[in-house]
């Protein structure tokens, strides 16, 4: 099946309760752990791209990696950028044959986020692309911004209907408590989720979708793994899969999640250098990182997506 937008996978995910999964992709068995994952369960699928990513690993080889993909599951993929923070990054990125982009304008005032959404929609609708924007400030770290604590801001109901109709996108990501990494909520305090926010976002955009970034749950099990193996991270703590099964069931139609993929591979390649000090062949730690992944992703989408079979 060819490269596909988000368009339907999102219009089925609203009316169905569900919500489909974003993962980034940074090399081979990555892509291949979630896209048999997503082919044993029947899910649609959307793997996205940051700037690191496609500086890590080159733009054709990632697109190549997952035209791939698609030959061998047969599945209804997106191809979506995650974190565009330019027009010249998303234009590269729609040329280069992407079907969809994030314009993540929540770094500026509010007029000059809407202009720049603006000029990205337009260029991609042209092409056949669809656009995601942000509204409010998620903390954490990702490549290329970092965010302090403190420094985040919730998304303002108020805000999205205008922000929607002046820039035409096609999807929203909103703050209501998310962060990127893998320490979200300081240890001792219960993870709360605005589900206030959410909930008058949808009462102001009926029917239209709504992307919750920073959704790893950082398991306990693979934080465990990684210290027994010589790892040394403190306690770490993500969004409580319940919330985010909730939020599936709402308006949130796209569920972005990268730590809990990271954290399940290192705890992977970790143990098994821990139980074989001698091996040296990269193959025999990647196929366990890569099974490591695949379940992961079995794990959200029958868990947290509820995707399974809507392909
Ligand atoms: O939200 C960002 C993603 O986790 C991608 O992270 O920029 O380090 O590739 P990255
Ligand atoms: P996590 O760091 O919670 O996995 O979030 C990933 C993300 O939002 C990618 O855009
Ligand atoms: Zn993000």
Known sequence: ??????????????AGG???????VNNMEIIQGITEAAKGLKAPLILQVSSGARKYANHTYLMKLIE???I??????CVHLDHGDTFELCKSCIDGGFSSVMIDGSHHGYEENVKLT??????????????EGELGRLEGVEDDVKVAAGEGSYTDPDQVQDFVNRT???????????????????????????????TEVEKRLPGFPIVLHGAS??????????????????????????????????AVCKINIDSDLRLAMTATIRKYFNDNPSHFDPRQYL????????????????????CEGKA
């Open 72 to 77: 061998e599951t047969d599945l209804p993929i």
């Open 118 to 131: 603006r000029q990205v929609v337009e260029y991609a609708h042209d092409h056949g692309v669809v656009v």
């Open 287 to 306: 196929k366990p990182a890569r099974e490591a992944i695949k379940a992961m992703v079995e794990h959200k989408i029958t868990t947290v997506l509820g």
């Open 217 to 250: 749950s950082v398991i306990p099990e693979f934080v465990k793994m990684i210290n027994e193996n010589g790892g040394n991270m403190p306690d770490a703590i993500g969004v409580p899969e319940d919330m985010l099964r909730e939020a599936a069931r709402m």
């Open 1 to 14: 099946m060819p490269i596909v937008t988000s368009k339907k996978m999102f219009a089925d995910a609203y």
């Open 168 to 198: 035409g996108v096609d999807s929203l990501a909103i703050a209501i408590g998310t962060s990127h990494g893998a320490y979200k909520f300081k240890p001792g305090t219960k993870p709360q989720l605005r589900f206030d926010i959410l």
């Open 68 to 70: 791939a993909a698609c």
């Open 18 to 24: 569900y919500a489909i999964g974003a993962f980034n």
